[in-house]
């Protein structure tokens, strides 16, 4: 699975827009790029997750640049209950691959009131 | 709430004994895996099992085992346990073994080996 690159701290006031950058430049082409969280020793939780196409869904949106070396994961109003470690993760997906979750680091979004 | 549940929350035992922590899937999913949290290590992977078979493995000790029962609930087995065994243990659940299909994780065994 390609290595990702993540910030490791961000801040976000609350409302506002929080914009969360992963750069994965080893990407394959059969690579999904999953975003996961963790809110304080909580169980990961899933976002959102994509291929090629920007996806949206109730909790977030997801950006995927047109070469697919990087992404931005946006939460369009960021609350307190969104303080949280978020994770870039890409993925090999179709039959015969495994499907372990390769964590980094993440990082560490803090939305401030 | 993902649906998967773990047991027990919390766990305090001493070096050199053995646990054991159990995960019930989400209905209808057919694939588990374990996850170990440790404060130096960060969230790795342990093991993977599919409808009763083991799937993948990871980064899993020999003193440490793991099963899927038929009723699909699993355990893991921790034995000849040492203080950098104290973590945070995950279980997650997937439909399928499918490495495309979204994994749920359940809140969590806090184990704590003194």
């Known amino acids: 699975d390609a290595k990702t690159t993540q910030p490791t701290s961000m801040d976000c006031a609350e409302g506002r827009a929080a914009n969360l950058p992963c750069n994965h430049s080893?990407?394959?082409?059969?690579?999904?790029v999953y975003w996961y969280r963790q809110i304080h020793s909580q169980g990961p939780q899933y976002i959102i997750h994509?291929?090629?196409n920007n996806e949206t869904n109730e909790m977030a949106s997801l950006i995927i640049t047109e070469d697919r070396k990087s992404s931005t994961l946006i939460l369009p109003h960021a609350t307190l209950r969104d303080t949280a470690v978020y994770y870039c993760?890409?993925?090999?997906?179709?039959?015969?691959?495994?499907?372990?979750?390769?964590f980094g680091q993440g990082t560490t979004l803090q939305v401030k009131p | 709430d993902s649906g998967v549940t773990q047991t027990p929350k919390h766990l305090i035992t001493a070096t050199g004994q053995r646990v054991t922590l159990r995960c019930s899937p989400r209905?209808?999913?057919?694939?588990v895996y374990w996850y170990q949290q440790s404060l130096d290590q960060g969230l790795q992977f342990l093991i993977q099992?599919?409808?009763?078979?083991?799937?993948a493995k990871g980064n899993i000790l020999e003193r440490f085992s793991a099963q899927q029962f038929p009723d699909l609930h699993s355990e893991l087995n921790l034995s000849s346990l040492e203080l950098g065994d104290s973590a945070l243990y995950f279980c997650?659940?997937?439909?399928?073994?499918?490495?495309?299909?979204?994994?749920?994780f359940g809140p969590g065994t806090r184990l704590l080996v003194l």
């Open positions: 080893t990407i394959s082409g059969n690579e999904y």
């Open positions: 997650a659940s997937s439909t399928t073994p499918l490495a495309g299909e979204t994994q749920y």
């Open positions: 993760i890409v993925r090999v997906t179709g039959s015969g691959n495994t499907g372990k979750l390769i």
């Open positions: 099992y599919y409808n009763g078979e083991e799937r």
């Open positions: 994509g291929l090629k």
């Open positions: 209905s209808g999913d057919l694939s």
